[in-house]
């Protein structure tokens, strides 16, 4: 799918993530089971590290290749997710946004590009915009869906 996006020139934005997505749900499908990959990770880690450090100065020095991007961004996420087994957040904040995740994976780009598009970004305060903008908007979606489903949960019964 991402080679399609490659050679029919529909942006690259958006697909050199593409697979941390589905990397994320199944590291948290295997946590919840209390399965792992891997007994030892620390070796897993280090080679994480070390993927996404090369990947990462390969980028720079080449510039943006696109599968450069992906293997960097995979290497990151693979990083993050065994890192987390050894440090604990404890944030209510982090909390409250983990109930709608999901939608705000699904609308932050849309408001990225929305607002990216119409207003001036040369500053930090713009980012702060998009963030809250992407939040605000990403609630509102967990809320209808919830509602959805719970009218329609109704009506089936």
């Given amino acids: 799918y991402i080679t399609v996006c490659l050679y029919s020139h529909l942006g690259g934005f958006w697909y050199n993530t593409v697979l ?14 209390g399965k792992f990959f891997f007994e030892q990770k620390r070796p897993l880690l280090i080679l994480c590290f070390l993927i996404f450090i090369v990947s990462f100065i390969a980028i720079i ?10 293997v960097c961004s ?3 996420v693979s990083f ?4 987390l087994e050894y440090v604990k957040f404890q944030s209510k904040f982090l909390n409250l946004i983990g109930g709608f ?4 994976f699904l609308v932050h780009s849309a408001v ?3 607002f990216y598009t119409t207003f001036d970004t040369r500053n930090q305060f713009t ?3 998009v963030i809250s903008l992407s939040l605000l908007v990403a609630y509102v979606v967990h809320l209808a ?8 949960n109704l009506f089936l019964q």
């Fill in 127 to 129: 980012i702060a915009i």
């Fill in 145 to 152: 869906s919830a509602a959805t489903t719970k009218y329609t």
């Fill in 61 to 70: 020095h080449y510039g943006c290749i696109i599968y450069l991007q992906i």
């Fill in 20 to 33: 941390c997505f589905p990397l994320g749900c199944t590291y948290c499908r295997c946590n919840m089971n």
């Fill in 112 to 114: 990225y590009n929305k």
């Fill in 80 to 83: 993050v997710f065994l890192s």
């Fill in 101 to 104: 995740s999901l939608e705000i």
């Fill in 74 to 76: 995979i290497g990151f």
